[in-house]
T-cell receptor, first 114, second 114 residues
């Protein structure tokens, strides 16, 4: 089972950076790390993914520890619209062009205060 | 970014009715589509994986004769809940991936069986 561990909840203030941690101590060398977020009554939204190097996109940054046993999703300036459940997911390399099944845990509920 | 459209957004119907949910990838070819179910205050649970032109692979405990999945083209997959009963009421979400792109999700279908 591709397992990750995240805090149940975190809080932040608007316009401050948010660091969402994820532990994946049993990760194997070819597993990717994906982050999704879900707002109430919506499907999950892709945020970012990476393998070894840190990754940046318009939504967030992903910092992956050197030993790959943990990673941190960084929202540089939280807004009220960033309030969501954030899921950190390992995907065992399914081969070919597929990342394979996503196994969702309970995620981290992020609350953003105005 | 990749867009996945799911239709309808919500359905209310009588017990015993069959309900079809469509999932379309609008701007990419989805070699694989996934169907999830989410009950209130719970995380997403994968129901099945479908590859275009092949029979779907169902997760353990999911009745394939009750949840019929068709993935006839690279842009469309359908989930039919046959003879739906109140216990089938849930939030159904599809996702699609293709070309080594991460999965992108539809906005979900809220199914209520009376």
């Amino acid at each position: 089972d591709a397992k990750t561990t995240q805090p149940n909840s975190m809080e932040s203030n608007e316009e401050e950076p948010v660091h969402l941690p994820c532990n994946h101590s049993t990760i194997s060398g070819t597993d990717y790390i994906h982050w999704y977020r879900q707002l109430p009554s919506q499907g999950p939204e892709y945020v970012i993914h990476g393998l070894t190097s840190n990754v940046n996109n318009r939504m967030a940054s992903l910092a992956i520890a050197e030993d790959r046993k943990s990673s941190t999703l960084i929202l540089h300036r939280a807004t009220l619209r960033d309030a969501a459940v954030y899921y950190c997911i390992r995907t065992p390399n399914a081969g070919g062009t597929s990342y394979g099944k996503l196994t969702f845990g309970q995620g981290t509920i992020l609350t953003v205060h105005p | 970014g990749a867009v996945v459209s799911q239709h309808p957004s919500w359905v209310i119907c009588k017990s015993g009715t069959s309900v079809k949910i469509e999932c379309r990838s609008l701007d990419f070819q989805a070699t694989t589509m996934f169907w999830y179910r989410q009950f209130p205050k719970q995380s997403l649970m994968l129901m099945a994986t479908s590859n275009e032109g092949s029979k779907a692979t169902y997760e353990q405990g999911v009745e394939k004769d009750k949840f019929l999945i068709n993935h006839a083209s690279l842009t469309l997959s359908t989930l039919t809940v046959t003879s739906a009963h109140p216990e089938d009421s849930s939030f159904y979400i599809c996702s699609a991936e293709g070309g080594h792109q991460p999965q992108h999700f539809g906005d979900g279908t809220r199914l209520s069986i009376l």
